[in-house]
C-alpha cells in the first residue's frame, strides 16, 4: 500500500537552530500539504502545495518557516531559526487530484522537540 | 469561518462495549465535507471516511458507524463493540468548498480497556 514518506521522525535542536524535514507523497498525488500539530490538539495547515506551486501559505509564519516543493514530488520544511514554540509534531499529507475534496492521506509525523 | 467542536475530551471504556464519539460543526457554506481520522499512538493520522454535505446517508463499516445530520450540525461515530486496537485519538475534521483548509477538531482520546 502506498504511504506518505517523512523524515527524520524525531528531531531535538536547540533554540536558534536551524532545522528541516522532508516528506515524499503518495506517487502521482498532485496535492501536498504540512500541517503542525502542537500537543493535545488538532492539526493546523501551514502550508498547501499543488504540484510545485504554493496554494495556500496564510498559516506559515514566514518570518522563519519556508517550504518548496521545487520539482512538484517531494517537499521539504524548514524552521530558520528554531523557538521553544516549535516544538510540536510536523505531519505532511497527500491527496489526488480528484474533484470533491479527496480524503488526505497522512505521514508518520515529525516530533519536534525544541531546547 | 468554519469550526468543529469536539466536546469530549477523553473517554474510556471496558471493551465491548458501544462507544460514540460526538462532532458538532460551523460552516456558512452549503457544500462542505467532513472527515473522521484515528491517530494511534504511533502518529500517524489514519483516514477513516468522508462525508459530503448532500449525503446525509448513515454509514456503517464493520463495527463502526457514522451518523450525519445537518439539522444539528453533527457528525458521530460510533464504534461497535470496541476493543483494545480501537484506543487513539480521533479527529473529526471539515473542509468547505471555497476554502483550502481543513479544519479539525481538538480531538477525542479514546481508551478502550481489557
Same mark, same amino acid.
Given at each position: 500500500?502506498?504511504?506518505?514518506?517523512?523524515?527524520?521522525?524525531?528531531?531535538?535542536?536547540?533554540?536558534?537552530?536551524?532545522?528541516?524535514?522532508?516528506?515524499?507523497?503518495?506517487?502521482?498525488?498532485? $496535492? +501536498?500539504?504540512?500541517?503542525?500539530?502542537? /500537543? #493535545?490538539?488538532?492539526?493546523?495547515? %501551514?502550508?498547501?502545495?499543488?504540484?510545485?506551486?504554493?496554494?495556500?501559505?496564510?498559516?506559515?509564519?514566514?518570518?522563519?518557516?519556508?517550504?518548496?516543493?521545487?520539482?512538484?514530488?517531494?517537499? $521539504? +520544511?524548514?524552521?530558520?531559526?528554531?523557538? /521553544? #514554540?516549535?516544538?510540536?509534531?510536523? %505531519?505532511?499529507?497527500?491527496?489526488?487530484?480528484?474533484?470533491?475534496?479527496?480524503?488526505?492521506?497522512?505521514?508518520?509525523?515529525?516530533?519536534?522537540?525544541?531546547? | 469561518?468554519?469550526?468543529?467542536?469536539?466536546?469530549?475530551?477523553?473517554?474510556?471504556?471496558?471493551?465491548?462495549?458501544?462507544?460514540?464519539?460526538?462532532?458538532?460543526?460551523?460552516?456558512?457554506?452549503?457544500?462542505?465535507?467532513?472527515?473522521?481520522?484515528?491517530?494511534?499512538?504511533?502518529?500517524?493520522?489514519?483516514?477513516?471516511?468522508?462525508?459530503?454535505?448532500?449525503?446525509?446517508?448513515?454509514?456503517?463499516?464493520?463495527?463502526?458507524?457514522?451518523?450525519?445530520?445537518?439539522?444539528?450540525?453533527?457528525?458521530?461515530?460510533?464504534?461497535?463493540?470496541?476493543?483494545?486496537?480501537?484506543?487513539?485519538?480521533?479527529?473529526?475534521?471539515?473542509?468547505?468548498?471555497?476554502?483550502?483548509?481543513?479544519?479539525?477538531?481538538?480531538?477525542?482520546?479514546?481508551?478502550?480497556?481489557?
Amino acid at each position: 500500500e502506498a504511504e506518505v514518506a517523512q523524515s527524520p521522525r524525531y528531531k531535538i535542536t536547540e533554540k536558534s537552530q536551524a532545522v528541516a524535514f522532508w516528506c515524499d507523497p503518495i506517487s502521482g498525488h498532485a $496535492t +501536498l500539504y504540512w500541517y503542525r500539530q502542537i /500537543l #493535545g490538539q488538532g492539526p493546523e495547515l %501551514l502550508v498547501q502545495f499543488q504540484d510545485e506551486s504554493v496554494v495556500d501559505d496564510s498559516q506559515l509564519p514566514k518570518d522563519r518557516f519556508s517550504a518548496e516543493r521545487l520539482k512538484g514530488v517531494d517537499s $521539504t +520544511l524548514k524552521i530558520q531559526p528554531a523557538e /521553544l #514554540g516549535d516544538s510540536a509534531m510536523y %505531519l505532511c499529507a497527500s491527496s489526488s487530484r480528484t474533484s470533491g475534496r479527496p480524503e488526505q492521506f497522512f505521514g508518520p509525523g515529525t516530533r519536534l522537540t525544541v531546547l | 469561518a468554519q469550526k468543529v467542536t469536539q466536546a469530549q475530551t477523553e473517554i474510556s471504556v471496558v471493551e465491548k462495549e458501544d462507544v460514540t464519539l460526538d462532532c458538532v460543526y460551523e460552516t456558512r457554506d452549503t457544500t462542505y465535507y467532513l472527515f473522521w481520522y484515528k491517530q494511534p499512538p504511533s502518529g500517524e493520522l489514519v483516514f477513516l471516511i468522508r462525508r459530503n454535505s448532500f449525503d446525509e446517508q448513515n454509514e456503517i463499516s464493520g463495527r463502526y458507524s457514522w451518523n450525519f445530520q445537518k439539522s444539528t450540525s453533527s457528525f458521530n461515530f460510533t464504534i461497535t463493540a470496541s476493543q483494545v486496537v480501537d484506543s487513539a485519538v480521533y479527529f473529526c475534521a471539515l473542509s468547505e468548498e471555497g476554502n483550502n483548509d481543513m479544519r479539525f477538531g481538538a480531538g477525542t482520546r479514546l481508551t478502550v480497556k481489557p
